[in-house]
């Protein structure tokens, strides 16, 4: 059987002293001789993309600076098709795996026929395409293909950086050096073969590379340590992924469109790897190297058009041109086909969170996926309550541990939300004579904190980062006088006065409202208020935007659709009421019988009273609102939902407190038989009609509450009365770090399954403890992982093509 075949080429190299390096094209694969010619497909891993064709080093040459590089085949793993016109109609092609070892590879057919020989007195033409995987249509009834090249470039395996030099497979690693291994699937190579009438019928097949390769070295910073979510290679001019059309037979390319569109000019690799099953970032320390490869579309392209960015924690980002302004270097071609390297300076934390500085002008801003933080503000109640709660008993109505913007200016180790990347918060206002003051904690806070206030702040912040925006949440709080309609009265009236009161330098408005072809660019330095109004469609105003009819309830186990500024429908997911699994006390009065779930609210627990033979997990909360964000993420996958939304991940466990339980007030009531005269048979009140609070089967553990009478009554009977009248506290907060802790994780791996195809925008995405790793609670550290979290939704901006205004 023939060998693969090599030929020389060249590699370009940038930044980097002294190279012109070889690459080597891996060139043949002989058919099965015979009627037919059989090749196969491999079944891809959607969530941890494996390699296939695989890059080598030489023998004798390291990953530092290597000279040349060989392409490998993987057997099993690898798929190529292949297409002959002269073969019987019906027989022209067929996909096929490459089988065998790697010194001695063949070709095995993947369904029941592959490509036969025609009249073997004529010569024969075989066209092939590596891999199958990313073909879109074509090398069916012509030479003709499209394939896509996507712009999440999902890596394959993560080999961290090690103290001495590593084998890994087929590279040896030099010390400090870690690697992302390329999905070689994206490595697409041509086919072309001949085979001469009356010769014998073993084929060669000569493949040569199509993209054009950047392999991106990444120094370590100065000292320290810095964590890596994601690096992206950028294009100023034209597209750099997405379809492209081939003509093996030819070697013409075609349906590369020369326009500048944000929607394909930017190829990502996301840089979290599992790690214990938890998504986290790669970890580059002092001295350490981190090297992976981009696959862009088969052009050649001018260097001086091409940046790479790598983003670290908090949106983060450092942007190198490979040729920088107004330098000498050469302004060379990154040739079609080819590698060029590319060495960054070493990595630096920069003195802003700019994310969004990396979103295209053209991109809707409707479509992006934007970390936010619920109860915004509550952060101030944490410095002062945060550390004496009872876990047990405490409700802890704080959500965040940073605050919104920095609490002291002059303090250059201060962290904020903003710091961290958060670019939507969400709050409550209270109005008090006429003033609209930040609320949590039960009261307004204590530094009298306003509407107007909270935009300056984040004003001052946008000021320092002109490329971000912010959008902010406002929602209604009920002081016992001022109804809601005199509430949004009040609060627009004092957002207009603000933003009266406050332009640009331009001169423009700062707050904008926000319609379907509202771009980055027209939010850039800009902030949307956003009014949660549970009433009436309030009255338009230039500088606010409204979610109507939109309820706060604390316990909606299904997913809302409201209307946002009449323009467009939005999905909301916001149960925060959930079972704590840490209470799980089997008597006494918080007492749960059939239950695995721990605490549970008085509403489910109530539910399974009623139905005493419901399935306890039936009402485990944290699982049903682990359903509906999944479900929420479906939505925006499939496309069955074409709108906004609002995926809150934020929430409580419920404590041994009625106000955070909730609970009802009955009485309980016995039985009797015709022992009151013309009375007959009733309900008779026990004890005078002792009334209890609803706190986990009061005090009365066998009496029952049916929800009506029961079918069957016996003398002696006891039955809890429910009015459904009296039932008071529905959940008014509870053990947020507990919730946090067992509910972020799941947040985290959701997003990173996201990959390939799973790439959609998925809106606003609130949560607790946006911006910090753990949270120290009533002497308890929880950690939350609200760190890791904003960094992936930010991440998926940049892994699929945005959508772009037409």
Same mark, same amino acid.
């Given at each position: 059987?023939?060998?693969?075949?090599?030929?020389?080429?060249?590699?370009?190299? =940038?930044?980097?002293?002294?190279?012109? %390096?070889?690459?080597?094209?891996?060139?043949?694969? +002989?058919?099965?001789?015979?009627?037919?010619?059989?090749?196969?497909?491999?079944?891809?891993?959607?969530?941890?993309?494996?390699?296939?064709?695989?890059?080598?080093?030489?023998?004798?040459?390291?990953?530092?600076?290597? !000279?040349?590089?060989?392409?490998?085949?993987?057997?099993?793993?690898?798929?190529?098709?292949?297409?002959?016109?002269?073969?019987?109609? $019906?027989?022209?092609?067929?996909?096929? *795996?490459?089988?065998?070892?790697?010194?001695?590879?063949?070709?095995?057919?993947?369904?029941?026929?592959?490509?036969?020989?025609?009249?073997?007195?004529?010569?024969?033409?075989?066209?092939?395409?590596?891999?199958?995987?990313? &073909?879109?249509?074509?090398?069916?009834?012509?030479?003709?293909?499209?394939?896509?090249?996507?712009?999440?470039?999902?890596?394959?395996?993560?080999?961290? +950086?090690?103290?001495?030099?590593?084998?890994?497979?087929?590279?040896?690693?030099?010390?400090?050096?870690?690697?992302?291994?390329?999905?070689?699937?994206?490595?697409?190579?041509?086919?072309?073969?001949?085979? *001469?009438?009356?010769?014998?019928?073993?084929?060669?097949?000569?493949?040569?590379?199509?993209?054009?390769?950047?392999?991106?070295?990444?120094?370590?910073?100065?000292?320290?340590?810095?964590?890596?979510?994601?690096?992206?290679?950028?294009?100023?001019?034209?597209?750099?992924?997405?379809?492209?059309?081939?003509?093996?037979?030819?070697?013409?390319?075609?349906?590369?469109?020369?326009?500048?569109?944000?929607?394909? @000019?930017?190829?990502?690799?996301?840089?979290?790897?599992?790690?214990?099953?938890?998504?986290?970032?790669?970890?580059?320390?002092?001295?350490?190297?981190?090297?992976?490869?981009?696959?862009?579309?088969?052009?050649?392209?001018?260097?001086?058009?091409?940046?790479?960015?790598?983003?670290?924690?908090?949106?983060?980002?450092?942007?190198?041109?490979?040729?920088?302004?107004?330098? /000498?270097?050469?302004?060379?071609?990154?040739?079609?086909?080819?590698?060029?390297?590319?060495?960054?300076?070493?990595?630096?934390?920069?003195?802003?969170?700019?994310?969004?500085?990396? &979103?295209?002008?053209?991109?809707?801003?409707?479509?992006?996926?934007?970390?936010?933080?619920?109860?915004?503000?509550?952060?101030?109640?944490?410095?002062?309550?945060?550390?004496?709660?009872?876990?047990?008993?405490?409700?802890?109505?704080?959500?965040?541990?940073?605050?919104?913007?920095?609490?002291?200016?002059?303090? #250059?180790?201060?962290?904020?939300?903003?710091?961290?990347?958060?670019?939507?918060?969400?709050?409550?206002?209270?109005?008090?004579?006429?003033?609209?003051?930040?609320?949590?904690?039960?009261?307004?806070?204590?530094?009298?904190?306003? &509407?107007?206030?909270?935009?300056?702040?984040?004003?001052?912040?946008?000021?320092?980062?002109? !490329?971000?925006?912010?959008?902010?949440?406002?929602?209604?709080?009920?002081?016992?006088?001022?109804?809601?309609?005199?509430?949004?009265? *009040?609060?627009?009236?004092?957002?207009?006065?603000?933003?009266?009161?406050?332009?640009?330098?331009?001169?423009?408005?700062?707050?904008?409202?926000?319609?379907?072809?509202?771009?980055?660019?027209?939010?850039?330095?800009?902030?949307?208020?956003?009014?949660?109004?549970?009433?009436?469609? *309030?009255?338009?105003?230039?500088?606010?935007?409204?979610? @109507?009819?939109?309820?706060?309830?604390?316990?909606?186990? #299904?997913?809302?659709?409201?209307?946002?500024?009449?323009?467009?429908?939005?999905?909301?997911?916001?149960?925060?009421?959930?079972?704590?699994?840490?209470?799980?006390? !089997?008597?006494?009065?918080?007492?749960?019988?059939?239950?695995?779930?721990?605490?549970?609210?008085?509403?489910?627990?109530?539910?399974? &009273?009623?139905?005493?033979?419901?399935?306890?997990?039936?009402?485990? =909360?944290?699982?049903?609102? #682990?359903?509906?964000?999944?479900?929420?993420?479906? #939505?925006?996958?499939?496309?069955?939902?074409?709108?906004?939304?609002?995926?809150?991940?934020?929430?409580?466990?419920?404590?041994?407190?009625?106000?955070?339980?909730?609970?009802?007030? $009955?009485?309980?009531?016995?039985?009797?038989?015709?022992?009151?005269?013309?009375? $007959?048979?009733?309900?008779?009140?026990?004890?005078?009609?002792?009334?209890? !609070?609803?706190?986990?089967?009061?005090?009365?553990?066998?009496?029952?509450?049916?929800?009506?009478?029961?079918?069957?009554?016996?003398?002696?009977?006891?039955?809890?009365?429910?009015? %459904?009248?009296?039932?008071?506290?529905?959940?008014?907060?509870?053990?947020?770090?507990?919730?946090?802790?067992?509910?972020?994780?799941?947040? =985290?791996?959701?997003?990173?399954?996201?990959? @390939?195809? $799973?790439?959609?925008?998925?809106?606003?995405?609130?949560?607790?403890?946006?911006?910090?790793?753990?949270?120290?609670?009533?002497?308890?550290?929880? /950690?939350?992982?609200?760190?890791?979290?904003?960094?992936?939704?930010?991440?998926?901006?940049?892994?699929?093509?945005?959508?772009?205004?037409?």
């Amino acid at each position: 059987m023939k060998q693969f075949k090599m030929i020389g080429g060249t590699i370009l190299a =940038l930044l980097m002293a002294g190279c012109s %390096d070889d690459m080597i094209e891996n060139q043949g694969v +002989p058919p099965v001789s015979g009627e037919e010619i059989a090749f196969g497909v491999h079944s891809d891993n959607f969530n941890v993309p494996e390699s296939r064709t695989i890059y080598e080093i030489p023998e004798g040459q390291t990953v530092t600076n290597y !000279s040349r590089l060989n392409i490998a085949w993987v057997p099993d793993k690898d798929s190529v098709r292949v297409y002959c016109p002269e073969s019987p109609k $019906g027989f022209e092609w067929s996909d096929y *795996a490459v089988k065998g070892t790697k010194t001695e590879p063949y070709l095995a057919k993947k369904g029941d026929t592959g490509v036969r020989w025609g009249d073997v007195s004529q010569d024969h033409h075989f066209y092939a395409f590596y891999p199958t995987e990313r &073909i879109v249509s074509g090398l069916e009834n012509g030479t003709t293909i499209t394939a896509n090249i996507p712009t999440a470039q999902e890596g394959g395996e993560f080999v961290h +950086p090690a103290e001495t030099e590593q084998n890994i497979g087929n590279i040896k690693l030099p010390a400090h050096w870690g690697l992302i291994r390329p999905n070689m699937t994206f490595a697409m190579m041509g086919g072309k073969g001949t085979w *001469a009438k009356g010769t014998d019928k073993n084929v060669t097949l000569d493949f040569k590379p199509l993209v054009s390769v950047v392999d991106v070295v990444i120094n370590g910073p100065q000292d320290g340590t810095v964590n890596i979510y994601y690096v992206s290679v950028r294009s100023k001019t034209q597209p750099i992924v997405g379809n492209f059309t081939y003509n093996v037979g030819t070697g013409e390319f075609s349906g590369m469109e020369d326009q500048v569109s944000s929607d394909n @000019n930017i190829a990502t690799i996301n840089c979290t790897h599992m790690d214990n099953g938890i998504p986290t970032p790669v970890i580059l320390k002092a001295g350490e190297v981190l090297t992976l490869k981009f696959f862009l579309l088969p052009r050649d392209i001018k260097a001086s058009d091409l940046s790479v960015s790598v983003t670290l924690d908090g949106g983060r980002t450092l942007t190198q041109n490979l040729v920088p302004e107004g330098s /000498q270097k050469p302004d060379v071609d990154l040739v079609q086909g080819m590698i060029t390297r590319v060495v960054t300076p070493k990595v630096k934390y920069p003195e802003a969170s700019n994310w969004m500085s990396e &979103i295209g002008d053209d991109v809707l801003f409707a479509g992006l996926s934007l970390p936010g933080s619920k109860h915004s503000y509550t952060g101030d109640l944490y410095q002062t309550t945060g550390h004496g709660v009872n876990l047990e008993t405490d409700i802890m109505q704080f959500y965040q541990k940073l605050y919104v913007t920095d609490v002291n200016p002059n303090d #250059e180790t201060a962290q904020s939300q903003f710091d961290k990347g958060i670019r939507a918060f969400d709050l409550k206002l209270i109005v008090e004579e006429g003033e609209a003051y930040v609320y949590a904690g039960g009261a307004k806070l204590s530094s009298g904190l306003t &509407i107007g206030g909270v935009l300056t702040n984040l004003w001052g912040e946008i000021q320092k980062s002109p !490329s971000e925006c912010a959008v902010v949440c406002v929602n209604f709080v009920y002081d016992g006088r001022t109804n809601e309609a005199a509430w949004t009265t *009040a609060v627009v009236s004092a957002i207009d006065t603000w933003a009266n009161a406050n332009k640009n330098g331009q001169g423009e408005n700062i707050l904008k409202v926000i319609t379907p072809q509202t771009t980055m660019l027209d939010m850039r330095g800009h902030i949307a208020v956003i009014i949660n109004h549970s009433g009436e469609p *309030a009255t338009p105003s230039e500088n606010v935007n409204y979610i @109507n009819y939109h309820s706060a309830s604390v316990q909606e186990t #299904e997913i809302k659709t409201y209307n946002f500024n009449g323009n467009y429908d939005i999905h909301v997911q916001q149960l925060y009421q959930v079972n704590n699994p840490s209470i799980t006390s !089997s008597s006494g009065t918080y007492k749960v019988p059939n239950t695995t779930v721990g605490l549970v609210p008085y509403y489910i627990d109530h539910r399974m &009273i009623i139905d005493k033979n419901a399935p306890a997990e039936g009402y485990d =909360l944290m699982a049903v609102k #682990e359903r509906l964000m999944n479900r929420m993420f479906e #939505e925006a996958r499939t496309g069955t939902f074409d709108g906004l939304y609002i995926n809150d991940l934020a929430g409580f466990c419920v404590v041994k407190n009625d106000e955070s339980t909730g609970y009802v007030k $009955g009485a309980v009531r016995s039985w009797h038989n015709g022992d009151f005269g013309d009375w $007959g048979d009733h309900w008779h009140p026990n004890a005078l009609e002792t009334l209890y !609070s609803w706190d986990r089967y009061c005090s009365v553990p066998d009496a029952m509450n049916y929800g009506g009478e029961p079918s069957s009554k016996q003398y002696g009977d006891t039955w809890f009365y429910v009015d %459904d009248a009296s039932e008071m506290g529905k959940g008014n907060g509870g053990n947020t770090g507990e919730f946090a802790e067992r509910f972020n994780p799941k947040a =985290l791996n959701a997003v990173h399954k996201m990959v @390939n195809d $799973g790439r959609v925008p998925i809106g606003i995405v609130f949560m607790n403890f946006a911006g910090v790793n753990d949270v120290e609670i009533g002497g308890k550290t929880y /950690q939350v992982y609200g760190d890791r979290l904003p960094a992936l939704i930010m991440a998926n901006n940049f892994m699929y093509p945005l959508e772009t205004v037409k």
